[in-house]
């Protein structure tokens, strides 16, 4: 059990014939025993000090240990963004190449239907030459095989057959 300042107050010694002073004892003991009390009021506040200190150190671990998740969950997060913005990039790029395929396609598409637009059209002109030509031809025939008379007139004259 530990000693108080009241076990000192009230210890009695045993008297013996050639003692010490027992008034100066006394005081002595008066005196640690204040000044033990004064000991252990100060041990009882250093320790209540400590217990405060070691409830803000507690508190500190906590929002130590809640900062240190919160960092963890924002890097998590950092790297769902960056996965999911670089997944969307894909996606946007797979779209914009989609895209631009349906545009080559289609514009290979019209330029091949051009083209096969202009060979008809080439095609028509031939055809319309040829008739052309052929109809000229005859035409030139017709003519070269109409009987047109000539007399021997020296004014050069040209008389039809029927005059």
């Known amino acids: 059990m530990p000693l108080t300042p009241i076990d000192i107050h009230n210890k009695e010694f045993s008297r013996s014939f050639r003692g010490y002073s027992t008034e100066e004892v006394n005081e002595f003991l008066e005196r640690v025993a204040r000044d033990f009390e004064q000991l252990l009021k100060e041990k009882q506040k250093l320790e209540e000090e400590v ?20 960092i963890l969950v924002a890097q998590e997060t950092a790297e769902e963004v960056k996965l999911n913005a670089n997944k969307e990039a894909e996606i946007i790029r797979k779209e914009a190449e989609r895209d631009a395929q349906h545009i080559l396609d289609e514009a290979r598409y019209k330029a091949s239907r051009i083209l096969a637009e202009h060979e008809e059209l080439h095609k028509q002109a031939q055809v319309f030459k040829m008739r052309l030509r052929s109809f000229m031809e005859a035409q030139l025939s017709a003519l070269e ?13 040209v008389q039809s057959k029927s005059s």
């Open 51 to 70: 217990s405060k200190m070691q409830e803000k150190l507690n508190s500190y671990h906590k929002l130590e240990e809640t900062m240190h998740n919160a």
């Open 145 to 157: 095989m109409e009987e047109w008379g000539i007399d021997g007139s020296s004014d050069g004259s």
